[in-house]
């Protein structure tokens, strides 16, 4: 797929603090594409931007030069890196979001995503395992891109990583649950990259960070409750991640 960019400057970003090896996935939220890029653009916004945005129809518009850091992860965490910011690569797609008619991603949007995601790596060592989504990096305050973002379809592409396991049977642990179950899930999440230090206690932040998974990996079940195939799905990203 050619790439076509639309540059629409962004004043919002100021200097990296290291070599950007994270790629952020967001939806926009908003209810439609040019008021999300004119909020991203904003001068009077100046800690919300982006490197790019791309609208349903395929369209890329440039906003943050790659070497700069954009505002587009907030308070985050991924595999001990606080200042996301400063060290990923923030890519927005246009969709309504759960706020305002979360709805499926087009065709053509997601075929620019993954050749946007390509041409991005071609310049930048971003490992699979460090492609998450906006809700991965924070699981207390977002949930986008969301369980409709087709992330098989991008790993299939070659971009982040991606598990099919058969049924798997096991009781639940959910909220308020507590022992060493709970603590090696809790383990296992923290080691994928999660902001999640094993406590033993199912507690609000561990539901969170569930859901996150969930709505990245299993997303047929978004409901914050570790169910067996919850779990053999982090067992097998754990082991295919090394």
């Known amino acids: ?78 595999k001990g890196e606080r200042n996301v910011n400063g060290v990923s690569i923030g890519v927005e797609i246009v969709n309504p979001g759960h706020e305002f008619g979360y709805r499926p991603f087009p065709d053509v949007q997601i075929a620019a995503v993954i050749a946007l995601c390509a041409d991005i790596r071609g310049r930048w060592q971003i490992p699979d395992d460090r492609i998450v989504g906006h809700s991965d990096v924070a699981p207390d305050r977002k949930d986008d891109p969301g369980e409709l973002f087709p992330w098989k379809r991008l790993a299939q592409a070659g971009h982040g990583l991606w598990v099919e396991v058969p049924a798997a049977p096991g009781a639940p642990l959910a909220l308020g649950d507590e022992g060493v179950g709970v603590f090696g899930l809790q383990a296992g999440f923290t080691r994928l990259g999660y902001d999640l230090p094993p406590s033993g206690k199912f507690d609000e932040a561990t539901q969170q960070v569930v859901t996150a998974f969930q709505r990245h990996w299993r997303q047929e079940k978004v409901d914050g409750v570790a169910d067996g195939e919850t779990r053999a799905r982090l067992i097998a990203l754990l082991r295919l991640a090394g």
Do not use: Q
């Open 1 to 78: 797929m050619t790439l076509n960019f639309i540059d629409a400057p962004s004043p919002n970003f100021d200097a990296r603090v290291g070599v950007p090896d994270i790629l952020v996935l967001h939806y926009t939220g908003m209810k439609t594409g040019p008021e999300a890029l004119d909020r991203l653009r904003d001068p009077n916004a100046p800690r919300v931007s982006s490197h790019y945005m791309v609208e349903e129809d395929g369209r890329i518009f440039r906003l943050v030069p790659e070497e700069r850091r954009a505002w587009h992860a907030g308070v985050s965490y991924w």
